[in-house]
């Protein structure tokens, strides 16, 4: 099993929609981050949590900590927002710390 | 402000050679992680350097080696190439100290191709 485990794996929306990626892992970590990866490689960070919610513009992120699962929304969903979501969690085992990844979500939002 | 600068974008190497590839973190950054990208086992976390040191290491073999320098550039060596080896290379660079308070800001990646 999978340390971090993402869902849906793929989703196709209609624009507008609202959307939800989920994101459960089964590690200790000090902080999780969302990033959005664009065809050709380019990735961006959208969120990085250690605990409660964040909003940034139409994105919002929440984790819970205790339930070890934390969900991506996407609100009124736009053609640009097509992208791969992936959800990364710090992680401290072994003595040392590293960064551990989901295998992404790939979102296509239709005009 | 330049954002994460990563040479060369593209390369192609055969097996049995050895590659160098370069990082360059935004100004004032001072840790820099490397992560390799393929189909089948996605994103994975090579190390990290934080003030020429190395501070956390993936589950990577000893070919793959790596080294920042005082300005905070940092290059990843891997030898001895496998085609396994073909990846999309990517590092990010943090403001932070401690590795797990930093936003990260990745470069565009190296596309790395061994035949």
């Known amino acids: 099993k999978n340390e971090v485990e993402q869902s849906p794996q793929n989703l196709t929306a209609q624009e507008g929609e609202f959307i939800t990626i989920n994101c459960s892992y089964s590690v200790g970590i000090s902080a999780l981050h969302w990033l959005q990866q664009h065809p050709g490689g380019g990735i961006v960070s959208l969120f990085m949590l250690s605990s409660g919610k964040k909003k940034h513009g139409r994105l919002i992120a929440t984790i819970n900590i205790q339930e070890k699962h934390s969900s991506l929304h996407i609100t009124a969903s736009h053609p640009r927002d097509s992208a791969v979501y992936i959800c990364?969690?710090?992680?401290?085992?072994?003595?040392?710390?590293?960064?551990?990844f989901g295998k992404g979500m790939k979102l296509t939002v239709n005009p | 402000k330049a954002g994460v600068t990563q040479t060369p974008r593209y390369l192609i190497k055969t097996r049995g050679q050895q590659v160098t590839l370069s990082c360059s973190p935004i100004?004032?950054?001072?840790?820099v992680s490397w992560y390799q990208q393929t189909p089948g086992q996605g994103l994975q976390f090579l190390f990290e350097y934080f003030s020429e040191t190395q501070r956390n290491k993936g589950n990577f073999p000893g070919r793959f080696s790596g080294r920042q320098f005082s300005n905070s550039r940092s290059e990843m060596n891997v030898s001895t190439l496998e085609l396994g080896d073909s990846a999309l290379y990517l590092c990010a660079s943090s403001r932070a100290i401690r590795w797990n308070t930093g936003e990260l800001f990745f470069g565009e990646g190296s596309r790395l191709t061994v035949l």
């Open positions: 100004s004032g950054h001072r840790s």
């Open positions: 990364a969690v710090r992680s401290t085992q072994g003595g040392s710390e590293k960064l551990v």
